[in-house]
């Protein structure tokens, strides 16, 4: 019942920036985490960023120092801000979190996905 929309994707040259959303309208109990996906073709999806509740986060490696997340719990949005972007950042990217609508109802909703494109 809970959806998440993305915005933000685009096409940008290297070395630039872009900033995702994606936001689950409505109220909710609590945002235990929310993270961004990604998916290359030929390649498996993997997990970019991911941000606990408490505001605890992680990065895969390829992406370290180059993207923040962040959160806004209020607006049940998060946001990835993607700096120094490489042609191998190009993907659809998909957020998905991890929320609790009423106590007791727990689950993971996903975005729809958002295509991000790094090319000269």
């Known amino acids: 019942q809970v959806q998440l929309v993305e915005s933000g994707g685009g096409l940008v040259q290297p070395g630039g920036s872009l900033r995702l959303s994606c936001a689950a309208p409505?109220?909710?109990?609590?945002?235990?985490?929310m993270g961004w996906y990604r998916r290359a073709p030929g390649k498996q999806r993997e997990l970019v960023a991911a941000?606990?509740?408490?505001?605890?986060?992680n990065y895969a490696d390829s992406v370290k120092g180059r993207f923040t997340i962040s959160k806004d719990n209020a607006k049940i949005t998060v946001y990835l801000q993607m700096n120094s972007l490489k042609p191998e950042d190009t993907a659809v990217y998909y957020c998905?979190?991890?929320?609790?609508?009423?106590?007791?109802?727990?689950?993971?909703?996903w975005g729809q996905g958002t295509q991000v494109t790094v090319s000269s």
């Open positions: 941000i606990t509740g408490g505001g605890s986060t």
């Open positions: 998905n979190a991890d929320l609790s609508v009423i106590l007791g109802t727990r689950r993971l909703y």
């Open positions: 409505g109220s909710i109990f609590s945002i235990n985490a």
